[in-house]
């Protein structure tokens, strides 16, 4: 009797501890802010994912995640994520053409590498080094293929950027569309930002000042980096209407606040904005300084980066420096395969 006890109490532990490793040393890693959540994702759409833990499932909205790691995945791929967050693309795309693919491969693992191939050539053609339409056509078959995978809204956002950038505007702000679409408020906010600065690539200034206060009228709570911009892209509206007093006063609103220091694309773009406005009101010295800011501080925001090397190549020589007009053509020749010409 007593060694029936004891293999039942032995069997009942080791039940125990397999249930134990089962949730927390093994299966999928979801990383939701500081927290990492450790299961078997059951099911994944574009909008949530389902983690069983053993107990009750647990329902995970897309906008929450940062990252997930696939259980058996092979660790090549965990290189390449990492490379990604940091904006290493070109070892992102060296990294996954060390992992070898075949049918036992799981498939979430297969659309991650797909993902991050398809990320690093937008990225890199978004930065000017790269096929833009090989790049798009990567990141539109990965929103075609795999619509119900977690990283099928920054496809879209990449497509659309890739438009953009191709000067496709009223196909981008399709796909912006369906991000303003998506059943976040802060999405809203994003897609709704980026339809307005599409609108001002194309001179459309009435349609991008309407979708920009759209954007601002919007309750978010959090990041307010969408909101931000639609101000920056308003602000581009009224220098454009020749109201430039009033754009440079919201811009410096947003310069003066100490926790936007380290986001290189809001203050790049607010920068830019700001010697754009200053240009047009014919303070050439203003105007150099605040481009200056985008190529000396925040040039990590490409767009803002390369508007701002034109304006400099453009207002060096009006105050006597045409060599550092000259130095700014080389690096937008250089870096972003931009010709602009000097003049003297």
């Known amino acids: 009797m007593r060694d029936a006890l004891k ?3 032995v069997i009942s532990v080791i039940a125990a ?3 134990f490793v089962g949730v927390s040393a093994w299966g999928d890693v979801v990383r939701v802010g ?3 959540i450790r299961g078997r994702i059951t099911r994944m759409t574009q909008t949530e994912v389902v983690v069983d833990q ?3 499932p ?9 990252t997930i790691e696939w259980d058996g995945e092979p660790a090549l791929l965990k290189s390449a994520r990492a490379a990604f967050e940091v904006s290493r693309y070109e070892d992102v795309v060296s990294i996954l053409d060390k992992i070898k693919v075949d049918e036992s491969t799981r498939p979430e693992v297969r659309q991650d590498i797909e993902f991050y191939r398809a990320a690093a050539a937008a990225r890199l053609a978004l930065a000017g080094s790269g096929s833009i339409d090989d790049a798009g056509k990567l990141v539109a078959n990965f929103t075609i293929n795999y619509p119900n995978n977690y990283h099928y809204w920054e496809a879209i956002r990449l497509v659309a950027e890739l438009l953009r950038a191709k000067g496709s505007v009223d196909k981008a702000v399709e796909y912006y569309q369906l991000i303003a679409q998506a059943p976040w408020p802060e999405y809203k906010a994003q897609g709704g930002a980026a339809i307005g600065w599409a609108y001002l690539d194309a001179k459309k200034i009435d349609e991008a000042e309407k979708a920009f206060d759209q954007v601002i009228s919007l309750q ?15 602000a581009r509206c009224l220098i454009a209407k020749g109201q ?6 919201m811009i410096q609103e947003i310069l003066k606040r100490p926790d936007l220091v380290e986001n290189a694309e809001v203050m790049g773009r607010a920068y830019t904005a700001l010697g754009l406005a200053y240009r047009q009101a014919g303070q050439i010295k203003q105007a150099i300084l605040a481009f200056l800011h985008v190529d000396l501080i925040y040039f990590r925001d490409v767009p803002s980066h390369i508007e701002a090397l034109q304006n400099l190549v453009q207002l060096w020589p009006q105050v006597q ?4 007009a000259a130095e700014a053509a080389r690096v937008l020749k250089e870096q972003y395969g931009r010709e602009v010409a000097v003049t003297n």
């Not at 430039?244 to 006063?249: C, E, F, G, K, V």
């Open 58 to 66: 647990r329902t995970i909205s897309v906008n929450q995640i940062q």
């Open 17 to 19: 501890i397999s249930l």
């Open 54 to 56: 053993g107990t009750t």
């Open 321 to 324: 420096h045409p060599e550092r």
């Open 244 to 249: 430039t007093d009033q754009a440079i006063s």
């Open 34 to 36: 500081s927290e990492t």
């Open 220 to 234: 978010i709570s959090g990041d307010d980096t969408p909101k931000l911009l639609a101000i920056i892209g308003k």
């Open 7 to 9: 293999t039942t109490a």
